[in-house]
T-cell receptor, first 113, second 112 residues
Framework: DAGVTQSPTHLIKTRGQQVTLRCSPK?????VSWYQQALGQGPQFIFQ???????QRGNFPDRFSGHQFPNYSSELNVNALLLGDSALYLC????????????FGQGTRLTVV | KQEVTQIPAALSVPEGENLVLNCSFT??????LQWFRQDPGKGLTSLLL?????REQTSGRLNASLDKSSGRSTLYIAASQPGDSATYLC???????????FGDGTTLTVKP
């Protein structure tokens, strides 16, 4: 079992550009959540997807959007990048409604210049 | 709104020492609690999960406890080793089994 995999591992983008990050959940997991982690801080919840729908959303602007595919994999899209979007983006997968662990990927380090 | 605080922010101990990391939260209506380890620039590795009906969980040299009524959790590390050096994060999963709310972590350094 490969666990949660994210791609790419590193990315450099210019302010104003758009970016897409990808996540494959742990085998069997049906729920994917995305988090943004700034340096020295804990991860902040962006949104959660289940059954291809956004189930919960954190306090992030509409520039952040996502998608979940029938195979449960997910994408995070960020439009009109700002310097402040530079962070480690983490994907977590879990089972909906079950009292079990959430597993995290290794993250994508996004740098906006 | 759930708020999670981890104290201390940083901790340095000599090898072999037993230590306790603290996590406090404001909303006791949590579903479960997970402790994670994060090495610099890396993702999160799950250490322990305290499920909704549990108050304690143990794995090897690690023991985590949860007291929902007081809004506190502790992670106990026995006989610390240099390889334990990392940032430790606690996360509260909300009652809807949805999002997790994290503290900012405790950065642990274990000196040989």
């Amino acid at each position: 079992d490969a666990g949660v995999t994210q791609s790419p591992t590193h990315l450099i983008k210019t302010r104003g550009q758009q970016v897409t990050l990808r996540c494959s959940p742990k085998s069997g997991h049906d729920t994917v959540s995305w988090y943004q982690q700034a340096l020295g801080q804990g991860p902040q919840f962006i949104f959660q997807y289940y059954e291809e729908e956004e189930r919960q959303r954190g306090n992030f602007p509409d520039r952040f959007s996502g998608h979940q595919f029938p195979n449960y994999s997910s994408e995070l899209n960020v439009n009109a990048l700002l310097l402040g979007d530079s962070a480690l983006y983490l994907c977590a997968s879990s089972f909906i409604g079950r009292d079990t662990e959430a597993f995290f990927g290794q993250g994508t380090r996004l740098t906006v210049v | 709104k759930q708020e999670v605080t981890q104290i201390p922010a940083a901790l340095s101990v000599p090898e072999g020492e037993n230590l306790v990391l603290n996590c406090s939260f404001t909303d006791s209506a949590i579903y479960n609690l997970q402790w994670f380890r994060q090495d610099p620039g890396k993702g999160l590795t799950s250490l322990l999960l305290i499920q909704s009906s549990q108050r304690e969980q143990t794995s090897g040299r690690l023991n985590a406890s949860l007291d929902k009524s007081s809004g506190r959790s502790t992670l106990y590390i026995a006989a610390s080793q240099p390889g334990d050096s990392a940032t430790y994060l606690c996360a509260m999963r909300d009652a809807n089994a949805g999002k997790s709310t994290f503290g900012d972590g405790t950065t642990l350094t274990v000196k040989p």
